[in-house]
């Protein structure tokens, strides 16, 4: 679930009454969309309530910016106030931006505005001319779960074409990763493994990831493209390991991803290097990506089907 602040509530409830056709799920069945305008009295009351809307996102972003710092001496001993209080500071900033770009350029001109601050995201990542993350890791997985919610035609409404578009990429690479993950690694690791990966067990994930990375840096798919179910920074990293890993490291590596009790660091100086730079990476993957979660989460659906064949 995406933590949102008050303001980004007030937009989606401001923006549903205001839109002839409502939340976006009501858009993608053409047949029961309206085509008018709202009325002047809805655009004018969508101006008077966005222009409230901005100033409470801005004093929520200096309030959550003075929690965040407050909570931050004890990250060490818990970090969820922190990062509770940082996601809140991203809902109500990026709402400042959401809330003054429909008052100024959409409220007067559109049929129907965004509702759902994830949607607004992806719009905004496209017209984005900085390097600052809009669209984040959680936004793609509300998208994703709402396409395979709702199985939209990729020709509904505009407003929902790269939406759309997203969520359906999204979902194939996805399966491809689960795929992946339960034919090449789990298939192939020890029942006793397996167990502590269905809980998902802290100790066995940066195991697993190791695994399944080195196939791609330097083991039997080292000559295929990375796949997309990898972060974008993992995959610019496996690229970079692909350039310096030597065949008889990666054997060597290979050999001590066997099992999850070899999994340490070795004491052989460059067998060293390789083995952290390998952990990093998986360390990294682990954070934020899809392949940690939903396709580790779908493998091991594979894995505990009952027509499996575990080798």
Known sequence: MITRCVSSHLMSHLITWRNPNGQETNWIAAEQQRFFNPSLKKIFGTFVGLGCIIPIATIESVAYTAFAALSYP?????????????????????????????????????????????????????????????LR??????????????????????????????????????????????????????????????????????????????????????????????????????????????PEVVRRLEAKLMTLDLFNAPTDADLQEAFNTLRNIAYGEAQGGFFATRCWQDAIALLNAPNNNRA
């Open 74 to 134: 004890i990250k060490p001993l818990s970090d969820r106030p922190y990062t509770f209080f940082v996601k809140l500071l991203e809902s109500s900033s990026f709402t400042v931006i959401w809330s003054l770009v429909d008052q100024v350029f959409y409220n007067p001109f559109f049929l129907d505005l965004m509702t759902d601050e994830s949607f607004a995201r992806l719009w905004a990542h496209h017209f984005n001319p900085t390097r600052i993350e809009i």
């Open 137 to 246: 890791f959680e936004d793609r997985a509300r998208i994703v779960n709402w396409v395979e919610q709702h199985n939209p035609p990729h020709q509904a409404a505009p407003l929902l074409a790269p939406i759309i578009d997203l969520g359906y990429r999204l979902r194939d690479s996805n399966r491809l990763g689960a795929k992946f993950l339960y034919e090449e690694v789990f298939k192939k690791e020890s029942p006793e493994v397996m167990e502590t990966a269905r809980d998902y067990d802290p100790a066995v994930i940066p195991y697993i990831l190791s695994k399944a990375i080195l196939i791609y840096a330097g083991g039997a798919k080292s000559k295929e493209a990375i796949p997309v179910f990898f972060k974008d920074d993992t995959r610019a990293k496996i690229q970079s390991f692909r350039r310096t890993i030597a």
